[in-house]
């Protein structure tokens, strides 16, 4: 009997010396919870002061407090040129821009440059080249987006120019207009702006993105200062800048150039690419073009 009382007491003993290591210690700190998951970094703001990238042009446009409005402008010969202009918020009258698109038509991007420049102070206008030669007698937007290229190849030069002309007449008679008229043209769009000022002697500025020059012999009819912007990486486009410098020195002309390293062909559309070498050039180029436009249209 004795045996069991004490078998049952040390039960009891080790029961309860159980329990109390089970309980926490009064001045125990509760655990700390787990750090929160990394939140994802926001994308960067875009810089108001530069034109919009490819990607961010849609809600550029979205957002713009400018007037923007299409018209359709008439040619001499040929149908309607369809038209973007953007008017700027001054009480003065504004020089004219016409904003020439690249190989792929008029996109949401040329149409963003477009209001840049309106905000910077121009009425920008920026012509579909490609209107009326579209399936149905559309422009850009009637196109396959893989027959665009293909249908700008296909444009002829001198109807380029009429269509140029009459937009650039329709221009500078607005009432807003100060008369004054300059080219801005990236890719396709700057050969053409550096063909026009060959074609076009009241202009008053031509601005080149990344375009190639015109034929030598073509040179002795510019009469307007040009302004040629490159990417250091675009061995095809830049064989055609020393050539071309040298003639319009010799025929005492204006010929500008800024060439800016590591930076490819495109650079002012793509600006996230080349490890940040594209948007380091929008951020010096786009400032010398305004410099240069108003220098030249004021």
């Not at 970094?41 to 490819?54: C, Q, Y």
């Not at 149908?79 to 904003?99: F, L, M, N």
């Not at 001198?158 to 009459?166: G, P, S």
């Not at 095809?236 to 003639?247: D, G, K, L, S, Y």
Request: include cysteine.
């Amino acid at each position: 009997m004795s045996r069991i009382r004490i078998s049952t007491a040390i039960l009891l003993l080790l029961g309860a010396t159980a329990g109390a290591q089970a309980q926490p210690k009064p001045d125990a700190k509760p655990a700390a919870p787990p750090p929160p998951a990394p939140a994802s970094a926001a994308p960067a703001a875009r810089d108001e002061n530069l034109p919009p990238s490819a990607e961010t042009a849609k809600a550029a446009l979205t957002g713009s407090p400018r007037h923007g409005e299409w018209v359709d402008v008439k040619v001499p010969a040929g149908g309607p040129v369809r038209t973007w202009v953007v008017y700027p918020e001054r009480k003065d009258k504004a020089p004219v821009v016409i904003v020439i698109h690249e190989i792929f038509g008029l996109t949401d991007w040329i149409r963003g440059v477009a209001d840049q420049l309106a905000r910077d102070g121009f009425i920008a206008v920026a012509p579909d080249l490609l209107s009326g030669k579209g399936p149905g007698g559309g422009g850009t937007d009637a196109f396959p987006p893989d027959d665009v290229r293909k249908a700008i190849g296909g444009l002829a030069a001198d109807e380029v120019v009429t269509r140029l002309n009459a937009v650039r007449e329709y221009a500078v008679a607005l009432p807003a207009s100060s008369r004054k008229s300059a080219t801005i043209g990236f890719c396709w769009g700057g050969a053409r702006s550096f063909a026009y000022a060959t074609a076009q002697p009241a202009l008053d500025a031509a601005v080149v993105y990344y375009g190639s020059a015109p034929e030598p012999a073509a040179l002795a009819a510019i009469k307007a200062p040009v302004l040629g912007l490159y990417g250091g990486d675009d061995a095809r486009v830049n064989a055609t800048i020393e050539p071309t410098r040298a003639e319009i020195k010799k025929l005492g002309k204006t010929y500008e150039v800024e060439i800016y390293e590591g930076a490819g062909h495109g650079f002012l559309r793509q600006q996230d690419g080349r490890d940040s070498a594209n948007l380091k050039a929008t951020q010096k180029a786009w400032p010398r073009t305004l410099a240069f436009l108003r220098q030249h249209t004021s």
